[in-house]
């Protein structure tokens, strides 16, 4: 269970203690949930409602992101997030890294029959804050409810739209042999913190997940008009996955120096024990950032004095040989070839 | 099983004979699944795939509509569709019923370990033909994998951009008394062509789904500027609950005529068997409209013209008795109140 749940929230709970069939069905009971439980959570304040087939959202300014996840993390609460947060964040983070400004959210909920409302309602909630946090509106959703056993609890799928300034591209087109590859903070939190939950696992010290909204960091790299060539959020495949696709991609090589990737110390003994690479584990608020070599000072300033990066760190750089490959400086010298691998070292973490 | 379905598609089968967890993973496989399956049936042709974490699209005119919707339809094939046509239709129609013009389509894919991926690859191919019927692009996505009876088969979430041109406002704020509430078409296709396979049905002759995009139909209105006041696709809860709906939000009431009201004969028949009653059996490609008494002759003709509407009718009017409620008069002029139901009467019908 998360510790910051606001358990104050103020949306009142629906007379049936579970989700049922009917809650999806398009009359009186789904009325009953979305005017209940969705709209207290998420409407503007102080606007009638109306409901639509489509939310119609004045023009935006520039060029639009627009991107979807679907997030399907088992167990739904884990230490330091949840799947409501998650579901904002995740999408929230992925039109950051084209360098928009997220503006609204789509929510679509996949529920299990028998859900208890109580759970429902602390994920809406959480949904809620974490919107509230980044400043984007939750402005149309559809709920969706199969019969006992056809899902797992909970199914969340967010859609977001973000308006990209002029001028701005991130791309690994723009990656260029010299530049700089830096990451926002240590590595590995929030594979951990889940795979703590489902194995039964104690660590010492709190080890929560690194759940987080990277849009802030990214405004701020905007608004200092740092050299970004290049960003990237570091969700399933950790990394590893991220770099190499970058690589293959912008056709350039990429050298990490091993001993500089932050690994914080209860995430490199929970890998030790539990037979994973921290490279590969995922992450939900860490980003990786391919910036030109003079401006890495400055975005690593830029990281250093913003709260959502920790221990932030110049790690590699972008070479021009061995297209297509990343490779590990190990500390005496020796190199090996960062592979990219088949699957997932753990389903479901997100 | 679609009869229409098209066997040519050129998309490549992976490797694996069904979906593996590994799949979802954000590796090798991930990128297998994505570049050897989504993008040859997505993917802008002759232009370079570059892989972001959001598609950055051009400036739109207008104001946007933006909406959402996931689909968990059982069975996935259905006479007339399936959950990938399905998945089009159904978000275009919500942009549609706003009067907007759909833009840009997402698509979450929740897949089950394990399903055939000459299923999803069908699924996947149908998407990409009512895209490319509807003009629509499907310009980003996702794919999560959960284990074997974790959810069930495929769920597919599409979120949905579209612009409005200017001083268009499809609402029930609109909706006055006088005005005249039409139907596209026969209602009730769609329920009773996926209860039939669910239920080894055979009626006679053949009764497909009526899942289409009502697009083309609301550019056809707009053309015309016939003085349309509110739109709404009939899905789940069919008519009744889109007219209630309407009543209730526009604090109007709505009087349909009974004998107007077109339902096709193995429909009809359908639902006396099966105990439905067919005002609230869901359809995927019929609207109700509301607008001014003296425009009801033009949408009328206009429908008449249009492929995507069958039969389409003047079923009633706006009335300013008895606000917020729907009343069916019989064909000897008795009235009867057309209740809210509790649920749907057939779950998992989208």
Known sequence: MSDDFNLNCPVPIDNHKTVQLAHGGGGRMMRGLVEGTFLPAFA??????????????????????????????????????????????????DLAMAGAKPLYLSDGFILEEGLSMETLRRVVCSMRDAAAEVGVRIVTGDTKVV??????????????????PDGVEFSPGRVTPGDAVLVSGDLGRHGIAVMSVREGLEFEGALPSDCA??????????????????????????????????????????????????????????CELLGLDPLYVANEGRLAAVVRAEAAEVVLEIMQSHPAAQRPTIIGTVTDRHAGVV????????????????????????
Chains 1, 2 share one sequence.
């Open 147 to 164: 019969d006992r056993g056809q899902c797992d609890g909970i199914f969340i799928n967010t859609a977001g739209i973000g308006a990209v």
């Open 327 to 350: 490779e590990l400086r190990g500390p005496l010298g020796g190199r090996r070839i960062v592979d990219e691998l088949s699957g997932e070292q753990m389903p479901r973490i997100c």
């Open 44 to 93: 503007e304040k102080g606007k009638p409602f109306v409901p639509h087939d489509s939310a119609v959202l004045e023009p935006c300014d520039g060029r639009l992101a627009f991107t979807t996840d679907s997030f399907v993390i088992s167990p739904l609460f884990f230490p330091g997030g949840d799947i409501g947060r998650l579901a904002v964040y995740g999408t929230v983070n």
């Open 213 to 270: 909204s990277l849009a802030g960091l990214v405004d701020a790299m905007l608004a200092a008009a740092a050299d970004v060539h290049c960003l990237r959020d570091l969700t399933r495949g950790g990394l590893a996955a991220a770099v190499i696709e970058i690589a293959q991609h912008a056709g350039v090589g990429i050298e990490l120096e091993e001993s500089a990737i932050p690994i914080a110390e209860p995430v490199a003994g929970a």
